[in-house]
T-cell receptor, first 116, second 117 residues
Framework: AQTVTQSQPEMSVQEAETVTLSCTYD???????LFWYKQPPSRQMILVIR??????QNATENRFSVNFQKAAKSFSLKISDSQLGDAAMYFC?????????????FGTGTRLTIIP | GAVVSQHPSWVICKSGTSVKIECRSL??????MFWYRQFPKQSLMLMAT?????????EQGVEKDKFLINHASLTLSTLTVTSAHPEDSSFYIC?????????????FGPGTRLTVT
């Protein structure tokens, strides 16, 4: 079974600064997807960024980028130019690429606070 | 964008009664829908996976007779909590995986807060 570990229960960053959230995972599969989801106080889950394991290039979405280290099974999220609206719980998630096994396995989450 | 709705957003019921939560994909068809449970300040725990027209697959430790899941169409899945008890109070979230090439995507509903008194 796959597991996802987020070792930082809480993080804080000054507005406009950069912060990195850590995530490691364990799997025996070679093809899979990794995600970062944001859950603001409204509790609506919002996809932040996605990485396909077969791609060596790190995914980027505007101020959000990942550092995907497949051999190390590490998948960190970097948020640049942090904004007050970035304050939320962030969950790292794993999904197998095998057809019929689309369920997501989530980490325990990191609560991000933005300091004005 | 793809929108998933849940109804109701908040429900209070008495112990021993049953409550039904609906999950709808509004602008796409979903072959697979997922039901999660989230306790305060905790992560999402997958309860079950439902596929249209077939029986749901429950995760280990989830009582299938207590949490009845029906996926009657490509746009609707329901979760019924039967004989609810206070320990069933939680936040329930559904997600839907659309048909098509972007099969890695799941879209989440806004969640339903269940309080059992």
């Amino acid at each position: 079974a796959q597991t996802v570990t987020q070792s930082q229960p809480e993080m804080s960053v000054q507005e406009a600064e950069t912060v990195t959230l850590s995530c490691t995972y364990d799997t025996s599969e070679s093809d899979y997807y990794l995600f970062w989801y944001k859950q603001p106080p409204s509790r609506q889950m919002i996809l932040v960024i996605r990485q396909e394991a077969y791609k060596q290039q790190n995914a980027t979405e505007n101020r959000f980028s990942v550092n995907f280290q497949k051999a190390a099974k590490s998948f960190s999220l970097k948020i640049s130019d942090s904004q007050l609206g970035d304050a939320a719980m962030y969950f790292c998630a794993y999904r197998s690429a095998n057809f019929g096994n689309e369920k997501l396995t989530f980490g325990t989450g990191t609560r991000l606070t933005i300091i004005p | 964008g793809a929108v998933v709705s849940q109804h109701p957003s908040w429900v209070i019921c008495k112990s021993g009664t049953s409550v039904k939560i609906e999950c709808r994909s509004l602008d796409f068809q979903a072959t697979t829908m997922f039901w999660y449970r989230q306790f305060p300040k905790q992560s999402l725990m997958l309860m079950a996976t439902s596929n249209e027209g077939s029986k749901a697959t429950y995760e280990q430790g989830v009582e299938k007779d207590k949490f009845l899941i029906n996926h009657a169409s490509l746009t609707l899945s329901t979760l019924t909590v039967t004989s609810a008890h206070p320990e069933d109070s939680s936040f329930y979230i559904c997600s839907a995986a659309p048909l098509g090439p972007a099969i890695y995507e799941q879209y989440f509903g806004p969640g339903t807060r269940l309080t059992v008194t």
